[in-house]
């Protein structure tokens, strides 16, 4: 409160630029509305600045709530008050590591300031934003679960098939059952319940979103990890993708006991 009570007249751009930044503004709060007002009055341009900073994050916050109240109220529209839960996976690509899916059972109840603001397609969000995202989704969900296929069994069975195993382990592991299950893309094969897919589900479901995220999350720290054991491949910039770097060191080192063989063919 000390800077919305202060005499800014009296203070430097630089003082009041220090005070601004030092403070965790909530910006849709009736103290960030009184602070833009107090900052666009003062006769400096670049004081008012920091006063349409605080109006600019304001609509930010506004327009992402109507977003993600859209995907709620998608989800909602598919539940009809019953358990929904949204599923997706990925590393269906990389030449290394395991495929992964989580099952997300969200509180489609929440009021709109219990939502979880910024669910996206887990790759068009930042990997710090990622993370903080997927601490918030496992604390507010009503359940979730993460499953995997290894390597091995993809070797074994075909990625098209773990990717199907994945979904149907991530949705019967979930704490509470699910009535019905949306899907990113396509329908799972042999689910004893309703299911829907939806094309680009992670930019429209907020369900399938947050089980997006949280697959990811957990399977770029295990790759992280991995490339502690196996520092020549970059598995912690690549995740296990076939980058430049990692197929140079498949042809330098060869393969690891974590790479998919079936998927190498063309580099060994």
Do not use: W
């Not at 009736?30 to 349409?52: H, I």
């Not at 977003?67 to 290394?96: H, S």
């Amino acid at each position: 409160m000390k800077l919305l009570n202060s005499d800014l007249s009296t203070m430097s751009y630089k003082n009041i630029k220090e005070e601004f930044d030092s403070l965790n503004l909530d910006f849709k709060s009736d103290y960030a509305v009184a602070l833009s007002e107090t900052l666009l009055n003062d006769k400096r341009k670049n004081v008012n600045s920091l006063g349409s900073k605080i109006l600019k994050e304001k609509q930010k916050l506004k327009d992402e709530e109507i977003r993600v109240k859209k995907m709620y109220d998608f989800d909602r529209g598919f539940a009809k008050g019953r358990l929904l839960a949204g599923v997706d996976e990925v590393g269906r690509g990389p030449l290394a590591g395991p495929i992964v899916s989580a099952a997300v059972i969200l509180d489609l109840d929440s009021i709109d300031d219990e939502m979880i603001f910024y669910l996206n397609d887990s790759k068009k969000l930042s990997e710090k934003k990622r993370s903080e995202l997927s601490l918030i989704i496992k604390e507010k969900a009503i359940a979730y679960c993460i499953s995997e296929c290894s390597n091995d069994e993809i070797d074994e069975k075909g990625v098209g098939v773990c990717n199907n195993e994945v979904f149907l382990k991530a949705i019967h592991g979930l704490e509470k059952r699910a009535d019905i299950i949306l899907s990113d893309g396509y329908t799972v094969k042999g689910i004893d319940r309703e299911n829907k897919s939806v094309i680009k589900g992670d930019t429209k479901s907020a369900s399938i979103a947050a089980a997006s995220i949280i697959a990811k999350v957990y399977r770029d720290n295990l790759m992280k990890e991995l490339g502690k054991v196996y520092p020549e491949y970059g598995f912690e910039h690549n995740v296990g993708y076939g980058a430049s770097k990692h197929v140079e060191a498949i042809k330098e080192y060869g393969a690891t006991p974590i790479h998919r063989m079936s998927f190498l063919r063309n580099i060994l």
